[in-house]
């Protein structure tokens, strides 16, 4: 009987607390080590270090040398491909926070380039309506973890959203321009001015969200201006 009891507790704590991969959907883990496996972090060596596009090496790319991108240096997590695509997607729509946690600290090694760069993180806003249907904001759970791993304070009502917009990848190149210009605004400038900021987002593709809160943060006059994504597009 208590064998029989024993089986039924165990049975109902694996329905209560089941954990599935956000990747590939497997039972038993955040992230199971094959998805980890296939996933590619970004390597700063043979990247643009503005916008992470892969050139082979560390230098400053053609489109960075003519476009303004409004933050001085980037620094990007994962290539956004397959299954780190999935386990992204799972993070940001399905209610699963842990899955971003998980991601940030295996770049815990890299992140701690950012420490002697940055003074705090402000992270990329989404409106009150947003953050009721999603249930958090994807880009205060990167930066909490990133501020766990460095060390630096987060100021999370700097950068506000005052405009609603669609998502940006659902959306051409010159309509995501469009949605997000004029989006952001800034408060409590005082907190960051003479600071070096660190911006946090979730996924850089075309990097016209990154500018745009760049160039709000901007002009609340800080040291430099830092950008940090957990996945690129390549």
Known sequence: MAA??????????????????????????I?????QDSFRIIDHNSVCPVCGKD????IICGECLTNKRGFSEGYFGFVYENRLRDALHTFKFNGRPEVGRY?????????VMLKEKVDCI?????????????GYNQ?????EEISNLIGKPVFYSVLFK??????QYSLSKDERKKNIRGAFAVKGDSHIKGKRVLIVDDLFTTGYTAYEASKVISMA???????FALARTQ
């Open 103 to 111: 991601l940030v600290s295996l770049l815990k090694d890299s992140m």
């Open 221 to 227: 006059m800080p040291e430099w201006i830092v950008f």
């Open 55 to 58: 050139v082979g090496r560390r």
């Open 31 to 35: 992230i199971c080590k094959t998805c």
């Open 162 to 167: 005052i405009k609603e917009t669609k998502d």
């Open 4 to 29: 029989l009891l024993g089986n039924l507790a165990k049975n109902l704590l694996d329905i209560v607390f089941y954990q599935s991969c956000a990747a590939c959907g497997a039972k038993g883990e």
């Open 139 to 143: 880009s205060f759970i990167i930066s």
């Open 122 to 134: 402000v992270p990329i806003p989404v409106t009150e309506k947003r953050l009721r249907e999603r």
